[in-house]
């Protein structure tokens, strides 16, 4: 039996940080070349991160020398997060010095379909001290 090389196929970025892994516009594939003895197998990882909201779909071919390669077609949708906020302007009437606190509800809803984190940076004590 004879051990098996094989090498993606891309006229792409290596990352300098990790020679391991290739990028191809939004699609990272890891490890992008390597060995198998015979009857093992090896995983190979698909990462996707999109920069926009669209479609994006890439083809990788794997080349197995001397002359076999196929093909392995990505798909992968960008979305983006979107939040409703009932109120974007508020007034707040004159409130005398030490009188009760005046609360004004406002209603923030997540209206895309992931969970969404959100924060008031100017009441954020880590962001302001990272700012610094």
């Not at 992008?32 to 994006?56: A, I, N, W």
């Not at 071919?61 to 302007?89: C, E, H, M, W, Y």
């Not at 005398?96 to 004590?125: A, G, M, Q, R, W």
């Amino acid at each position: 039996m004879v051990v098996a090389k094989w090498n993606l196929i891309m006229k792409s970025q290596l990352d300098v940080a990790d020679p391991t892994a290739i990028y191809v516009d939004e699609f990272q594939m890891e490890p992008h070349e390597g060995e198998l003895q015979p009857d093992s197998k090896k995983t190979v990882s698909l990462t996707f991160s999109p920069r926009s909201e669209k479609v994006f779909n890439k083809k990788f071919v794997i080349r197995i020398p001397p002359d076999r390669k196929f093909t392995i077609t990505a798909r992968g949708q960008g979305t983006s997060v979107n939040l409703s906020i009932s109120k974007d302007k508020l007034t707040i009437g004159p409130v005398l010095p030490y009188d009760d606190n005046i609360y004004i509800p406002i209603d923030i809803t997540n209206t895309s379909e992931y969970d969404n984190e959100f924060y008031c940076l100017e009441t954020d004590k880590q962001y302001t001290d990272e700012e610094r």
